[in-house]
């Protein structure tokens, strides 16, 4: 499964969350549309998927990503925006990232 199909099949993976775990979004680096990814119920510690080759990376919960795209999560998909919707989420987690590794120094 890839980044891509992720994205195009949020609203399948949405569920409620579940003694503190939610199915969350996990993708490989670099991050990219065709990336390797996958969703699965987060860990009750949290971490990533064990044993994946390659190391998958959280991003976000299936539930998140959706309040990210907005009302405007379908009519993306039905323009054939996927890609670029991969790249906005991508560039978004990457922007958090920094702004909490700035916090934190």
């Given at each position: 499964m890839t980044f891509t199909d992720v994205i195009e099949n949020l609203r399948q993976y949405?569920?409620?969350?579940?003694?503190?775990q939610a199915p969350t979004i996990y993708v490989a680096d670099p991050w990219t549309p065709s990336s390797e990814a996958a969703v699965e119920w987060s860990g009750e510690k949290?971490?990533?998927p064990f044993g994946r080759k390659p190391v998958l990376f959280h991003l976000m919960?299936?539930?998140e990503a959706?309040?990210?795209?907005?009302?405007?999560?379908?009519?993306?998909?039905?323009?054939?925006?996927v890609e670029g919707m991969c790249r906005k989420l991508a560039?978004?987690?990457?922007?958090?990232?920094?702004?909490?590794?700035?916090?934190?120094?």
């Open positions: 949405d569920e409620e969350p579940f003694n503190g949290g971490g990533v919960t299936v539930r959706l309040k990210f795209f907005g009302p405007e999560y379908d009519e993306l998909l039905s323009q054939g925006e560039t978004h987690i990457s922007a958090r990232n920094a702004a909490r590794v700035r916090r934190d120094v």
